[in-house]
């Protein structure tokens, strides 16, 4: 399966009428190796379903076999008196005749390349002499580099003589499309973090989908090499020099941009890198450059650097792995180093990960938290701890709305002994998901071990009474159980920060039920009129300050314009790290690294309850500035959903809106 552009068809299309017509000429495919050169030919013979059609491929070899193509055309090169370009030119020319008849002719080329030079001169001879002649000649080659072929080169770069077609491999929309229908179960971003891999390369990309299921591609940190690539890359490396090749792989083990060729050498232990670096590059392995501070060296593309480091002994991986921690103050790069080079547990860096993954999720930074406490849990030799530790990891994932859980996380969460961390876990899942009931099913009764600090860790405790009030609002329970549930949680004396969404916005709604709209627009008294100067740091009630003002407006029976609400809910919502979203905008393998968006519930609208007199709210500041409305005075106990946003059961709009 490939995806042609218009411009390409056109340009094949062109090509065929032209030559149909009796105005022969050169279509040239160029482009680098697995770009889709073969499968456009194949293309253009589809188009020209009327032209008799002559193949030849040329071989990779270090001998190239003269009048190679002219015979794969059938031309009869050993009858000929004598072996000139013009002679072999006409002897091509009587085999045109021959096969063609009426019909016109294709002569197609692959991988032109490496073709002799005795056929691609014969060519040459007859295009530059072929007049009315019903023909197209169409050649695949890799990037023309100079002193190959230069005559047919320069006869190409005539004008009107040839079409020119340059594959650059496929865009990335294009790239999804082709995962899509070839493994339907590999997610976009998976397909993005391939199609930047390969290049855009479609039959590297066809192989690592042939070669590695969906959940390897999803969790692998350095995605492989292809196999046939792989073994391309060892054939290259195996001929440069020792020192060239222990570069070589340290820059691989260093990573895929640029770096400094000291620290590569000090990695590899080469002394004299700037020979071993240039034999690299003569090679094609890696590029350089020569910026102010010394030389730079990065490898020549990602599929290289997977083949290089898959082929590098383990023990030898590991000591450059070591080596590499040494040469970085950054923190995040040694302690991956650190991770590679470990061959067995280690509960010294297992802690320091989980430490480092703790700092990370206190500042929101869920999927990086989720992908360090991954590696700590796989050091940790304690098995009790190496689970509480992957809940972690998985928690941290559903609040970085990585909800595409995988199949050994799903297990974890059915197999793991049931504990408050699984309850919790599980809890937010279903939150995340939009389905409150479950999760308040999950969370409520509270369990009796909760209140024991030394049984329950603070910090667990916290975390389950909090998403117990927001599963609460979600699911319709009363005012007071979501009250009494912060209540509790405010009383551990323990906060999670990167639940502070989970936590201000159920508040702020059992304030504006408990004490009204005007008691709600308390929070926001010290905020400056303008919300587009609020500032980034305001904790996250601000997201609600353009709600609570529409509100009022509304309740005063005074027309808001649209602009300025919309500016108003916007900007809070722009510049609160934990502002949440609804259900309905959760991305499900999405999301920024450090983005704190939970599930909002606040997506279903709700109505008094027929058997009290509360207060009804409409957060939601576009809907409610469209239409002004009267509002009860007498806030009370309870909340009744009147709709989802999937479409469930609705009820009517409160009387006045």
């Keep these: 399966m490939h995806f042609w552009s218009e411009t390409e068809r056109s340009t094949l299309r062109a090509a065929v009428d032209r030559a149909r017509a009796g105005r022969p000429g050169l279509l040239v495919v160029e482009g680098a190796p697995g770009t889709g050169k073969t499968a456009l030919l194949d293309e253009l013979v589809a188009t020209a379903t009327d032209f008799r059609v002559l193949h030849a491929d040329a071989l990779e070899s270090g001998d190239q076999t003269p009048f190679d193509l002219l015979e794969q055309w059938g031309s009869q090169v050993a009858e000929l008196p004598q072996i000139r370009p013009m002679v072999l030119a006409q002897a091509l020319r009587e085999r045109l005749d021959e096969v063609g008849g009426d019909a016109p002719v294709l002569l197609r080329a692959d991988d032109l390349q490496w073709a002799d030079p005795e056929s691609v001169e014969a060519v040459t001879w007859l295009l530059r002499r072929a007049t009315g002649d019903r023909l197209l000649v169409a050649v695949a080659t890799r990037p023309w580099a100079s002193g190959v072929h230069d005559g047919l080169r320069r006869w190409a770069s005539g004008p009107g003589n040839a079409w020119w077609l340059r594959l650059a491999g496929l865009t990335v929309t294009d790239a999804r499309r082709l995962v899509a229908e070839l493994r339907p179960e590999v997610t976009a971003d998976v397909a993005e973090r391939l199609w930047r891999h390969t290049g855009g390369n479609p039959l590297y990309l066809r192989a690592l989908l042939r070669e590695h299921d969906a959940e390897e591609l999803r969790r692998t940190r350095m995605l492989p090499a292809p196999t046939e690539y792989a073994q391309l890359t060892a054939r290259q490396v195996a001929r440069v020099p020792a020192a060239s090749a222990e570069l070589l792989r340290a820059v691989c083990v260093l990573g895929s941009g640029w770096l400094s ?70 923190r995040a790069t040694s302690l991956e180093h650190r991770i590679a080079a470990a061959e067995h547990y280690d509960d010294v860096l297992a802690d320091e990960l989980s430490r480092f993954a703790g700092e990370l999720h206190d500042a929101r930074s869920h999927r990086l938290a989720a992908r360090y406490h991954r590696s700590a849990a796989a050091l940790s030799s304690d098995p009790s701890v190496r689970e509480r530790r992957r809940l972690e990891a998985v928690l941290d994932a559903l609040l970085g709305q990585d909800t595409d859980l995988s199949t050994a996380d799903r297990q974890l969460l059915t197999s793991a002994a049931d504990t408050p961390e699984r309850t919790v876990v599980q809890a937010a899942l279903e939150i995340v998901l939009g389905r409150w009931d479950v999760a308040l099913g999950l969370l409520d009764p509270v369990p009796a071990a909760l209140d024991d600090p030394a049984g329950v860790r603070p910090l667990t405790a916290y975390r389950h009474l909090v998403l117990l009030a927001w599963a609460g609002i979600g699911a319709g329970a009363t005012t007071a159980a979501v009250a009494s549930a912060l209540q509790r949680a405010a009383a551990i004396g323990v906060e999670d920060p990167a639940l502070a969404g989970y936590a201000a916005s159920p508040g702020f709604y059992v304030l504006e039920r408990t004490q009204g709209l005007s008691g709600a627009a308390a929070l926001f008294a010290d905020l400056p009129e303008d919300p587009a100067s609020a500032p980034p740091s305001r904790p996250s009630p601000s997201p609600a300050a353009g709600c609570c003002g529409c509100a009022a407006a509304c309740s005063s029976r005074r027309r808001v314009t649209w602009p300025r609400c919309t500016a108003g809910s916007a900007t809070a919502r722009s510049t609160s790290p934990t502002a949440p979203t609804s259900p309905g905008s959760v991305r499900r393998t999405g999301g920024a690294a450090g983005g704190t968006r939970p599930g909002r519930p606040t997506r279903r609208p709700w109505t008094p309850d027929p058997a009290g007199s509360c207060n009804p709210s409409w957060p939601r500041p576009c809907r409610c500035c469209r239409r002004p409305r009267a509002v009860s005075p007498a806030p009370t106990s309870c909340w009744t959903r009147r709709g989802t946003s999937t479409g469930a059961s609705r009820g009517r709009r409160p009387a006045g809106c």
Excluded: N
Aim: proline share 7%.
């Design 261 to 330: 060729l000291y620290d590569a050498a000090a990695v590899a232990d080469v002394a004299e890198p700037g020979d071993a670096a240039a034999a690299l590059a003569d090679a094609g392995l890696v590029r350089e450059q020569w910026p102010d501070g010394g030389p730079w060296v990065r490898v020549a593309h990602a599929l290289t650097r997977s083949a290089v480091y898959q082929s590098t002994p383990p023990s030898r991986r590991r000591l450059l792995h070591l080596r590499a921690a040494g040469t970085t103050t950054d």
